[in-house]
Structures are given as C-alpha cells and as structure tokens.
C-alpha cells in the first residue's frame, strides 16, 4: 500500500507540472521575444510525461517533439540575439522576419503533431485504464442536465409551461447536434492557440516587406512605420487567445484529476511497467549524463568577441555537477566527494570570473573597450587577475571528469557473464578496461594542450591575436574528441552489472 501510494504520489507531481508550463506557454510574444521562454514550459513536459512516456508509444514521440521543441526555442533566442548585436539597424526588419517566419514553421511543423499524438495517448490510456472523464462528451452532459431539469418542472409545476415548452424546443435543437468528446475538442483547442500565436508573431513583421518595394510601380506606403501599432494589437489579441486556452486546459487538468480510479490505475501500470522494465532507469541516468557531459565540453570553447565570452564558462562545471547527480547511484564514494568539491569550486570562480567581466562592461562600454587604451589595459589586468584560478581548476575539472569515466570503466564495462570461461572472460574484460581509458587519453591530452594555449592566449593579451584562433580551434577540436568518445564509452557499459552493483 506504502509503494501504491509513493507511486500515485510521483504521478500526481509529475502531472502538477502541466499548470506552470500552460502558464508559460500561454505567455504571447512581446514584439519577438519570448519573455518566459517556452524551451521552459516544454522541460516542464518533458518531465511531466517521464513517467508516463514508456506506457504508450505516443506518449515517446511526443516527448522527442517537446525536446525539438524546446531546442527550437533555444534556438530562436540565440538567432534573435545575433541579429540584435552583430547586425545593422537597416538588416534588423528583414532579419528578424526570416527568423521569424522560419521557427514558426518548424514550430508548426512541430507541435501540431505532437498535439495529436499528446491527446491520442490520453484517449489509450483511458481505453485502458477506464478513463471515463477522458471520453466525457460535454453535450451529453449538458442534455441530460436539461432534461433532469425538465422533468423535475414538469413534476413539480416550478416552471411555467412557457418556458417548459421554451426548454423542450432548445433540447430538440441540441439533439440535432453531433460533438466530439471532450479530448477531442481540446486537441482542436491547443492546436488552434499554436497556429495563432505563431502566425500572429509573424504577421506584424510583414511589414518590413513595404521597405523595399520589388518593382516601380510598387506602392510608396511604408506599412513598417507603424510596426509597434501592429506588435501592440497582435499582442493584445495573442494574450486574450491565451487566457482563453489556458482556462480551457485549467479546467479539462482538472476535471481529469479527479479520476482518482484512472489515476491508482495508472500509478500501478507505470510501477508494474518498471519492474518489467528495471534496465531504463540506468540507461537514462547515462544518457542524461552524456548529454550532460558533452554540453559542458561544448561550453569549453571560449567565444570571445571584444571581450565578452558568448559561451560563458561557467556552463561547464555546473553542467558536470548535474552529470554527477544523474550517476550519483553509481559512482564509488572517493569518486563522488572528488568531482563533486572540483565542480563545486570550479563553478564558483568561473561565475566570479564572469561577474567580474560583466561588472566592468558596466563600468566602461565596449566603445571605450574599442578606441581608449587605458580601458584595454584594465580589462587585461582583470582577466589576468582571474583567470589563472580558472585555468587551474579547469586543469583540475579535466583530471575529475576522466577519473569519473576510468571509474565507470572499472566497475561497469565488460561482460564477464558472457565468456566460456571465467579466467579468459576476465582476462578479455580487463584488457578491454584498459583500453577503454587509453582510448580517453587523446581527448584529455588535447584538453591539457588547450589550458596551455589558453594561457599562452591571455599572457599575450591584446598583442597576440592569431593565437585566439588556435585557442578556439584547439578547444573546438577538444570538445568534439571528447563529446564523441565518452558516447563510445556510454555504449560499452553494461547496464546488468549497474543493476548488480549499485
């Protein structure tokens, strides 16, 4: 009963998440920025469907269309970024249309089938989970309301015959009426709030078109002087389209919450799925780990353009930390304490570091950074000041992470199991170990050539600039290496041995 109750627990958390993401993905566009992002509310989904994603294969490709999803939004972000700091303010209109028009498409692209296959989960789930709210048809319902209602006037005499007579007529017309069920018509709902807050964010940004008419005999009227009038009303239109949706979602959230039958069900088909199912677990918590680690390789390399770092730094140890935690259960103890202190304190003197910077672009703009040499020269004294703390504990972050994967190799790698014999089974299993972690020695030498030439790089700082670019060559070609080889590893682990020895 304990193990029931933690199970429809976890369910009922998880399923909690669909309000605060609603919430976030109603949020309308202001002018072309997302104020909550809705990468956000689709992380918020993704986790909300964890549990549920293995009972039905709908529900898998709906969590692979959220990532895409929340990718794109990444995406559309970092594009809006670059148009507004390495474009001129005469690109801007039509830049930012292409942007524009191009997401919405993917999104479109993207979502509408994902809302399909979202609702048509819900509707297997309460085929076999006897999900009856599920299929609830709100015109039945109002029908039989009326009719109840009806037929207790008419038993009564509370209402006048005039408007028992009224009543009827208004039955005979709904009757005539043919609807869906409720999950059906909220699928119609979620895709049509998709096509107009996506086509609604394009549409002002129409306007940049009248800039530059095709041909002489094009009309002169600039319809982009009036853009902001425009953004205004498609705002004011997307937010009240919003609300709506959102009270739609509340209310059918709710309703299906209080199936608690669907719901026991549910929490007993997930735990019943598992124990069937034990390997999952393990395998997700490597594939977040990767994902994880790869992440933090990619933020190694160093963006800089006049003197701000576009992949800051700090990514990097935080991302580890968060890879720590996903193979919290399977790493030895020494293991644990090491890479979690290194990351710790890593992330705490790159985000020092990068306060710092930010703190002095604060101070002097980039135009003095530019053309006032004192300004250069107190940048270079700060970077100076800092960064040899960063590159030792990046030195430091380097041995930790390969000591964390020579760790994995030891205790998981191999398949011992599988030999005829024990001897030349292990035997095979530890030359195969060892050549597992030589395989990660290219990767960690290129890492170590990369803090060197990083040091080099800000030694040198500002005379040296061809070394910039063999700084971020050196660390491109670091983070690929690594990101490659440690998904290599990720494939040679033996998730039976992680159930065993965990």
């Known amino acids: 009963m304990t193990k029931q109750t933690t199970a429809l627990q976890k369910i009922n958390w998880r399923m909690g998440l669909w309000l605060p993401a609603v919430i976030i993905l109603s949020n309308p566009y202001l002018h072309v920025l997302d104020l909550m992002p809705d990468a956000i509310g689709y992380v918020l989904l993704l986790i909300a469907l964890r549990r549920v994603s293995a009972l039905d294969e709908s529900f898998g490709e709906v969590a692979r269309a959220f990532k895409r999803l929340a990718l794109l939004s990444v995406a559309r972000l970092i594009g809006l970024v670059w148009v507004y700091t390495a474009t001129s303010a005469s690109e801007q209109p039509t830049l930012i249309l292409i942007l524009c028009f191009v997401f919405g498409?993917?999104?479109?692209?993207?979502?509408?089938?994902?809302?399909?296959?979202?609702?048509?989960?819900?509707?297997?789930?309460?085929?076999?989970?006897?999900?009856?709210?599920?299929?609830?048809?709100?015109?039945?319902?109002?029908?039989?309301?009326?009719?109840?209602?009806?037929?207790?006037?008419?038993q009564t005499g509370e209402w006048s015959e005039e408007r028992c007579r009224k009543v009827d007529r208004k039955l005979r017309r709904l009757a005539r009426r043919s609807s869906g069920d409720i999950t059906d018509r909220m699928c119609f709902v979620c895709q049509s709030f998709a096509v107009v807050k996506t086509v609604l964010c394009v549409l002002p940004e129409m306007a940049a078109l009248s800039q530059a008419p095709y041909d002489a005999g094009a009309t002169n009227f600039n319809w982009y002087a009036y853009i902001n009038g425009f953004r205004a009303m498609a705002w004011l239109t997307v937010s009240i389209v919003g609300i709506v949706w959102l009270c739609r979602v509340t209310v059918y959230c709710c309703r299906i919450a209080k199936d608690t039958l669907l719901w026991e069900q549910l929490a007993q088909a997930?735990?019943?799925?598992?124990?069937?199912?034990?390997?999952?677990?393990?395998?997700?918590?490597?594939?977040?780990?990767?994902?994880?680690?790869?992440?933090?390789?990619?933020?190694?390399?160093?963006?800089?353009?006049?003197?701000?770092?576009?992949?800051?730094?700090?990514?990097?140890?935080?991302?580890?930390?968060?890879?720590?935690?996903?193979?919290?259960?399977?790493?030895?103890?020494?293991?644990?304490?090491?890479?979690?202190?290194?990351?710790?304190?890593?992330?705490?003197?790159?985000?020092?570091?990068?306060?710092?910077?930010?703190?002095?672009?604060?101070?002097?703009?980039?135009?003095?950074?530019?053309?006032?040499?004192?300004?250069?020269?107190?940048?270079?004294?700060?970077?100076?000041?800092?960064?040899?703390?960063?590159?030792?504990?990046?030195?430091l972050t380097l041995v930790a992470t390969w000591a964390l994967l020579c760790s994995l190799i030891g205790r998981y790698a191999g398949k011992s199991h599988m030999g005829t014999h024990q001897y030349t089974s292990a035997q095979l299993d530890t030359q195969r170990k060892r050549a597992l972690k030589r395989y990660l020695l290219v990767p960690a030498i290129l890492g170590v050539v990369m803090i060197v030439v990083r040091a080099i790089y800000y030694a040198g700082l500002p005379e040296e600039g061809m070394i910039w670019v063999a700084d971020f060559a050196v660390a491109a070609v670091f983070a690929v290496f690594a990101g490659v080889r440690i998904w290599n590893v990720r494939d040679e682990l033996n998730v039976e041995h992680m159930l065993n020895l965990s």
Not at 352 to 381: G, H, M, P
């Open 270 to 395: 997930c735990d019943e799925d598992e124990r069937q199912h034990p390997e999952r677990i393990p395998k997700k918590r490597l594939r977040s780990a990767m994902i994880c680690l790869t992440v933090a390789f990619a933020f190694c390399v160093n963006l800089q353009m006049e003197g701000i770092n576009y992949l800051p730094g700090f990514v990097t140890p935080l991302a580890m930390l968060c890879a720590v935690a996903f193979l919290w259960p399977y790493l030895a103890r020494t293991v644990r304490l090491v890479c979690t202190t290194v990351y710790s304190l890593g992330a705490l003197v790159s985000i020092y570091f990068y306060v710092s910077c930010l703190k002095f672009f604060t101070e002097y703009d980039i135009v003095q950074y530019n053309y006032r040499w004192d300004v250069r020269e107190a940048y270079d004294a700060l970077v100076l000041g800092n960064m040899w703390m960063e590159l030792a504990f990046m030195l």
């Open 105 to 154: 498409v993917l999104e479109l692209m993207t979502v509408l089938p994902a809302c399909h296959q979202l609702f048509r989960g819900l509707s297997y789930i309460g085929t076999r989970l006897d999900g009856r709210i599920i299929f609830e048809n709100a015109h039945k319902r109002k029908l039989d309301r009326l009719t109840e209602q009806l037929r207790r006037a008419e």
